[in-house]
């Protein structure tokens, strides 16, 4: 009996990875695409438009103002309205404002553009990770969050080519490369938004490819792995497990968390939305730049999905989130005093690989004390927070551009927010450590 209750389980979680995981993939992909696009489309469009390094870096963060904004409201709007309806929506109107971005005129349109551009995505990585938990156990979480964040470098390796190529298209029926940018990497999300609503259930208990016996037994699956996790939380921390918003939102463990991914995003953001104007200005033509970003994002990738089994296998979130982050500030550091350009990039790929590979085990820790309202509103909140990290990051590096010229100032900058990211980790290791551990037996048998 226990033996065909297992294989029953099995059946669904991996109905559940084939259905779910290369669909979230590929929105997160088109998803990321559109709001880092806006790195490449800077190779023609700051001399186009008359951009100063410090208007770029404005506009290219400006975009997470509008995403801190609306964070929290969309995630709790999603948990009433459910999945499936609400993230069609935010593809369908993050895709139109994308590609309307390519009729901006000067700074004041590229602002707003890139402000309701935020607007409209906000939601939609919370949502996922929130979604993620509708179907997976807590001690196998890392492993299938960094599986759909993989998307996040597999868009950048795949969208700097691509882009490359876009741009070439400069005057096709009087529009310039960086204006078809916008419109050719904007209108598939719009196409996706409806094949969500097509292919997406809410949750188990909707999806018309599981077996009555299956959603029993991914229901049952996770409610036992919830009881398991609080009961350990309630004893190691006296705030143990959350249900409603409020509270949520107060608990130290969810402000720590807000202040570690603010770190993390800094980096991330200020590298890859000036990488390939970094890249450029080592003296390599534009598709020259596109072939090269490969190589970073890629390695990140692979980082990813490595680091994030790893710490699925050991049951250990704590050192999955600092040890990368400290190695991606050396990254930094040494790309600002590397001897050759090809030195430079290989640490700007550690630092890539560093950031990215944190990601799983980081987002694997909100939802082991926080439930249903109060994880949506916490995701919200740990992501709207961090995010302001994707404001601060171009902004910082390009201003600290416009007033020395260089880029290895605002390097330096990037390096120390991202190390303190991680000696923080370390520092509340105490405190975390409990909303941290995973059971590694309970793990393998997924």
Not at 120 to 125: C, I, Q, R
Not at 207 to 228: F, N, V
Not at 305 to 316: I, P, T, Y
Request: net charge neutral; proline share 5%.
């Amino acid at each position: 009996m226990v033996a065909e209750r297992q294989t029953v389980e099995a059946r669904a979680f991996a109905k559940a990875v084939r259905r779910l995981i290369p669909l979230m993939m590929v929105l997160y992909v088109v998803s990321f695409l559109d709001r880092v696009n806006v790195g490449f489309a800077a190779l023609t469009m700051n001399a186009d438009l008359g951009f100063s390094p410090e208007v770029y870096g404005w506009g290219a963060g400006i975009f997470f103002l509008g995403y801190f904004l609306f964070e929290v409201p969309s995630n709790l709007v999603m948990q009433k309205v459910g999945a499936r309806l609400w993230i069609c929506r935010i593809m369908v109107t993050w895709g139109l404002i994308s590609a309307a971005t390519a009729f901006v005129t000067g700074a004041t349109g590229f602002f707003i553009a890139r402000f309701l551009l935020g607007a409209a995505e906000a939601g939609f990585l919370p949502g996922m990770i929130l979604y993620l938990g509708y179907w997976f156990p807590l001690s196998v979480r890392a492993r299938y969050v960094a599986l759909f964040m993989a998307a996040v470098p597999i868009s950048s390796a795949l969208g700097a080519p691509l882009s490359a190529w876009i741009l070439d298209t400069h005057g096709l029926l009087g529009l310039a490369g960086w204006q078809w940018l916008f419109i050719i990497e904007g209108l598939p999300a719009v196409a996706l938004g409806l094949v969500v609503l097509a292919m997406l259930p809410d949750g188990p208990e909707k999806a018309r490819w599981l077996t009555a016996e299956e959603k029993a037994a991914i229901a049952a699956r996770l409610e036992a792995d919830h009881l398991s996790h609080d009961a350990a939380h309630q004893a190691a921390h006296p705030a143990g497990t959350h249900e409603s918003w409020l509270p949520a939102l107060k608990d130290t463990r969810v402000v720590v968390l807000c202040l570690v991914y603010l770190g993390l995003v800094v980096g991330l953001y200020g590298i890859g939305l000036w990488l390939p104007q970094i890249v450029r200005a080592m003296g390599y033509s534009t598709h020259e730049v596109g072939l090269i970003l490969i190589i970073p994002y890629a390695l990140s990738a692979l980082a990813m999905l490595a680091v994030g089994q790893h710490s699925d296998r050991r049951g250990e979130r704590v050192l999955h989130v600092a040890v990368p982050a400290i190695a991606a500030a050396a990254g930094l550091a040494a790309s600002v005093v590397a001897p050759t350009h090809m030195a430079a990039i290989a640490a700007i790929s550690l630092a890539s690989m560093g950031i990215y590979a944190a990601l799983g085990p980081f987002w694997s820790v909100p939802p082991q004390f926080l439930r249903g309202t109060a994880a949506a509103a916490g995701i919200a909140l740990i992501n709207s927070v961090g995010n302001l990290g994707g404001f601060a990051g171009p902004y910082l590096v390009g201003f600290v551009r416009e007033a020395t010229g260089r880029f290895d100032v605002g390097f330096m900058a990037l390096a120390a927010i991202v190390l303190a990211a991680g000696v923080l980790v370390l520092v509340f290791r105490a405190k975390l450590g409990p909303s941290l551990q995973c059971n590694e037996a309970e793990a393998r048998k997924i």
